[in-house]
């Protein structure tokens, strides 16, 4: 699981990657609740809970002539 576009404003919430043709066996289809995984990170972890939702990231991206930016 990864996102896309964090670097958009607003950050896209939901994401749905679909593969129209696939050539190779094997592989799942999965779906990730954040909501849970941050509750759960809060709970277990929350150190590294404190980091994600404390330091901003910066993400940036830059082709051609087109610049897209903006904080998580």
């Known amino acids: ?8 404003n607003p950050v896209p919430c939901i994401q749905l990657l679909h593969c129209i043709a696939n050539e190779v066996t094997g592989g799942y289809s999965t779906l990730v609740d954040g ?9 277990e972890f929350r150190e590294f809970y404190d980091i994600l939702t404390k330091v901003k990231v910066k993400f940036k991206f ?7 930016d903006g904080c998580s």
């Open 1 to 8: 699981p990864h996102t896309d576009n964090p670097y958009r």
């Open 62 to 68: 830059i082709f051609k002539d087109v610049v897209l």
């Open 35 to 43: 909501y849970t995984v941050t509750e759960d990170l809060k709970k």
